[in-house]
T-cell receptor
Framework: QKEVEQDPGPLSVPEGAIVSLNCTYS??????FMWYRQYSRKGPELLMY????GNKEDGRFTAQVDKSSKYISLFIRDSQPSDSATYLC????????FGAGTRLTVKP | DGGITQSPKYLFRKEGQNVTLSCEQN?????MYWYRQDPGQGLRLIYY???????QKGDIAEGYSVSREKKESFPLTVTSAQKNPTAFYLC???????????????FGPGTRLTVL
């Protein structure tokens, strides 16, 4: 079993839809949780950063962490074509691990 | 303008050749990392360095070598011993060692290496 599991998609939604991206993990030592956005042929850029359980909102993006279930989510409201990218979850504790990434396409 | 630069953007190599990928950062970060990204496999850690003149193997270090002579620079050499080197290589840096908010990593634009 991988330490971090992420559905690779691809996920295709119409413009304006609410998008839910998820990761599960097995290592209880993870305390810091991140979401990165990666456009094609580019390096990942940090999108959201959260510590421990709870929600964090930044504009159209909400990151949610449930440590009891070892489950994290990223919600995108009013999705735009410019949100089309691969989204990577990452988590840090004793070391840092990344999910495989979910490819998202938002169609106009 | 602070950030991480990687060069070249695209690199072609013949089998049996060693190649060196450049990574430079001006963020004053202590830690630097090299990852390899293959489709469907996410990011895999090759090497990391938490301080100048010191580095550690990651999960897939075989066939790779690094040096950390300066805080700003962390070049990666892909040797002929690497059996499947064609991939997208990403360099990252962070303020500190693994664990904690100082570990948030920032990435360069990547180098796509193709072995002919």
């Amino acid at each position: 079993q991988k330490e971090v599991e992420q559905d690779p998609g691809p996920l295709s939604v119409p413009e304006g839809a609410i998008v839910s991206l998820n990761c599960t993990y097995s290592n209880s030592a993870f305390q810091y949780f991140m979401w990165y956005r990666q456009y094609s042929r580019k390096g990942p850029e940090l999108l959201m950063y959260t510590y421990s359980s709870g929600n964090k909102e930044d504009g159209r993006f909400t990151a949610q962490v449930d440590k009891s279930s070892k489950y994290i989510s990223l919600f995108i409201r009013d999705s735009q074509p410019s949100d089309s990218a691969t989204y990577l979850c990452a988590m840090s504790g004793d070391d840092m691990r990344f999910g495989a990434g979910t490819r998202l396409t938002v169609k106009p | 303008d602070g950030g991480i630069t990687q060069s070249p953007k695209y690199l072609f190599r013949k089998e049996g050749q060693n190649v060196t990928l450049s990574c430079e950062q001006n963020l004053n970060h202590d830690a630097m990392y090299w990852y390899r990204q293959d489709p469907g496999q996410g990011l895999r850690l090759i090497y990391y360095s938490q301080i100048v003149n010191d580095f550690q193997k990651g999960d897939i270090a075989e066939g790779y070598s690094v040096s950390r002579e300066k805080k700003e620079s962390f070049p990666l050499t892909v040797t002929s011993a690497q059996k499947n080197p064609t991939a997208f290589y990403l360099c990252a840096s962070s303020m500190g060692e693994a664990g904690g908010p100082r570990d948030t990593q920032y990435f360069g634009p990547g180098t796509r290496l193709t072995v002919l």
